[in-house]
């Protein structure tokens, strides 16, 4: 079956040591997403890649970095981790950036920053 | 900037019989699209049902059900029969159709239990 695949699904890394977070997609979707999810809280966009395009939300701390090499894959960097970048990590995808597409989500990488 | 809203954070049911799940919307935008999203526990999110805002129709898919109401801006999701599988975290979210580009805001989220 076609999905959004993450890797690892549960992350742990010390406090400011660089970890990296990756998503795979079957979907062969023009737009991948990257979104930090605290409990019980909605998700907050990070940012974006239409294609090869990358886009980074105003809010988005200079700590976290993204990397697409190709249509299938992304990667988040963070670089310098701290207590508070504790989260779920979503990726997501759809075929375009606009009206009602439908955005297809991967399981979540449970990061623990200690 | 828009803002979306579900004033309910917790809602239970009981098997088999019907909860309605609320959203109110903040925009000054005429074009727009409106999303219930399910995320289950320790599994991902998927999309429940999708409205245009140009549609008078209510979105119906299956046990689930809009009710859309674009002049009080409020998109409340109706789920008929419930079932144990129901039980998850359920995220309601607005895009814009006048803005190229834009992206997804969601609720807070409604925690929703279904009791057997």
């Not at chain 1, 207590?83 to 979503?90: E, N, P």
């Not at chain 2, 805002?53 to 809009?66: H, I, M």
């Not at chain 2, 979210?93 to 805001?105: D, I, N």
Request: a neutral charge; aromatic letters at 14%.
């Amino acid at each position: 079956d076609a999905m959004v695949i993450q890797n690892p699904r549960y992350q742990v890394t010390q406090f400011g040591k660089p970890v990296t977070l990756s998503c795979s997609q079957t979907l062969n979707h023009n737009v991948m997403y990257w979104y930090q999810q605290k409990s019980s809280q909605a998700p907050k966009l990070l940012f974006h890649y239409y294609d090869k395009d990358f886009n980074n939300e105003a809010d988005t701390p200079d700590n976290f970095q993204s990397r697409r090499p190709n249509t299938s894959f992304c990667f988040l960097d963070i670089r310098s981790p701290g207590l508070g970048d504790a989260a779920m990590y979503l990726c997501a995808t759809s075929t375009g950036f606009f009206g009602a597409n439908e955005q297809f989500f991967g399981p979540g990488t449970r990061l623990t920053v200690l | 900037a828009q803002t979306v809203t579900q004033s309910q954070p917790e809602m239970s049911v009981q098997e088999a019989e019907t909860v309605t799940l609320s959203c109110t919307y903040d925009t000054s935008e005429s074009d727009y699209y409106l999303f219930w999203y399910k995320q289950p526990p320790s599994r991902q999110m998927i999309l429940v049902i999708r409205q245009e805002a140009y549609k008078q129709q209510n979105a119906t898919e299956n046990r689930f059900s809009v009710n859309f109401q674009k002049a009080a801006k409020s998109f409340s999701l109706k789920i008929s029969d419930s079932q144990l599988g129901d039980a998850a975290m359920y995220f309601c979210a607005y895009r814009s159709g006048e803005t190229s580009g834009s992206r997804l805001t969601f609720g807070e989220g409604t925690q929703l239990t279904v009791n057997p």
